[in-house]
Each structure stands twice: as structure tokens, then as C-alpha cells.
């Protein structure tokens, strides 16, 4: 049975979705994407130099014809601000996919709601699949939900940080709710905070800092890929349930005794 991601309309193989920023060098972010499995990547297009046409960007050193671009709205603080760029995001990507993300914290980065749920509707009206960035929020979520986004996208801890994911009973929460996909975005550190998202049924989790800092990012890119893929392995395998007793592996019952030996 197929076990694809499908978001959009459009199937993915990979559950993991990678950023492309903080990298050191493109070649290091090729190497990463190419090792990864990825199927989607995400571009923050305010961020590109569009204006000097001679001059590569990101855009340049991948092959687009084998991934789903995944414009991003990084940067912005308002909601004119993100749909100016969703906009210019579907005429560079040739895309209707957006993540979209409203942010006015310049410390902590943490997103707006009241913003974000407000240019969601807007830009779901105009065509858009919204991938949303949000705090861990399920009343959020399912609201972004009901105006359209093809997505919820909750944060596992602040973007950047390696934290981990702080936000376990919320997700919790937000996947049992969501009737569309929940991807855990921001602050994952090693491969197992990934196959932690997709072991509590989480749909997919997207990768940028863990992977473009660390020392090998290809190697970094490789193990996500597999961290993802154990996580999704074993939440579509079934857990067991957690006791608080201790419960014997072996048979206790119908055991021969020990031969009592005379001396």
C-alpha cells in the first residue's frame, strides 16, 4: 500500500523537508539535499538578490525539475508584508506552495497568530497551498485548518535553537485534531528528535539548521533521512502501551522447576 505524504494534491516518498539557509558553503547544501532524499526544499524569497540577473542564487544550483520548491515568506513581520512576498514567491518558484510565516520577534522569532491566520485566509483565496509556521497551538491549528491551509506547521522549540521538541503534548493534541498534515518545523537537533515527530504520528518535519551546521551536513542530511523514515516505520508498526510495572519477557508459566539435588 502506498504510504505517501500528499499535500497539495501532490505526493511525496520523503517526509522530510529541508531549508536552505545557514549553510556554508552551496556545495555543502547540494551535498545535503542530494543525501537527504528530500523531495521538497523551502527558499526564503526575500531573501534572494533578484535584482542583479547575472548573479547565481540558491535558485541556480538546484534542479528544480526534481524537487518541489517551497517559497517561504521569512522576513516578514505583517501580513501585507507575507502576502507581497507569497506573490512574488509564486512568480520566481512557478508555484502555488507557500510556507508561510509571519514574524515580528526579531529575538526570539517566534511567529504571529492573529497575523498568520489573517494572510492564510487571504492567500488561500487567492489559490494559494498555505503551509503555515506556528506556535504549538491546536485551537490555531485547527482554525488555520478550516480557512483552507493544506498544512499545519508547529514548532518543536524557537528556530535554531538545536532544542529539540518542547511541544510534545501540543502536537499531540494538534495531530489528533488535524485532518491534514502536521509538520513539526523549528529546533530539531539530531535524528531522533525527527523520528520522535513521526512516531507520535506527525506527518513530516522540516530540517534546516541541524543539518547546514552541523560539521558534516551530508552525513547530517543522510541520518534525518533515516531518522524520519524509523519514525514513521514504527508509529504505522503500533507501540506498545507503557506500564508502570515491570512485565516479564520470557514465559513464567508451565516453567520446569529446578531438580532439587540431594547431597
Known amino acids: 500500500m502506498s504510504d505517501d505524504l500528499v499535500i497539495g494534491g501532490k505526493h511525496f516518498k ?42 547565481k542564487t540558491i535558485l541556480d544550483y ?9 517559497p ?78 493544506a498544512t499545519v506547521m508547529p514548532l518543536g522549540s524557537a528556530i535554531g535553537s538545536g532544542q529539540g521538541i518542547h511541544t510534545t503534548e501540543e502536537i499531540k493534541i494538534i495531530i489528533e485534531q ?20 513521526l512516531e507520535l504520528g506527525a506527518s513530516a518535519v522540516l530540517v534546516n539548521t541541524a543539518i547546514a551546521q552541523a560539521e558534516d551536513p551530508a552525513l547530517m542530511g543522510e541520518a534525518f533521512k533515516h531518522g524520519v523514515e524509523a519514525g514513521r516505520k514504527a508509529y504505522l508498526s503500533g507501540r506498545i502501551g507503557v506500564r508502570h510495572y515491570a512485565a516479564a519477557s520470557s514465559p513464567t508459566a508451565d516453567v520446569p522447576q529446578p531438580v532439587q539435588v540431594r547431597s
Open 14 to 55: 520523503s517526509r522530510l523537508i529541508l531549508g536552505t539557509g545557514r549553510y556554508r558553503t552551496m556545495e555543502d547544501m547540494v551535498a545535503a539535499v542530494e543525501a537527504s532524499g528530500t523531495e521538497m526544499i523551502t527558499v526564503a524569497i526575500r531573501r534572494l538578490d533578484l535584482d542583479d540577473p547575472s548573479k
Open 62 to 70: 538546484i534542479d528544480w525539475s526534481r524537487y518541489q520548491i517551497l
Open 72 to 149: 517561504n515568506t521569512a522576513g516578514c513581520s505583517t501580513v501585507d508584508e507575507a502576502m507581497f512576498v507569497a506573490r512574488l514567491g509564486r512568480e520566481v518558484g512557478r508555484t502555488d506552495f507557500v510556507k508561510l510565516e509571519v514574524i515580528p520577534d526579531p529575538k526570539y522569532l517566534f511567529p504571529d497568530g492573529a497575523a498568520t491566520l489573517e494572510a492564510a485566509r487571504q492567500l488561500v483565496a487567492e489559490g494559494f497551498v498555505v503551509l503555515p509556521y506556528i506556535h504549538a497551538d491546536p485551537t490555531l491549528a485547527k482554525n488555520l485548518e478550516d480557512v483552507g491551509c
Open 178 to 197: 488535524a485532518k491534514v498534515p502536521v509538520i513539526v518545523d523549528a529546533g530539531l537537533a539530531v535524528p531522533s528528535d525527527a523520528s520522535h515527530a
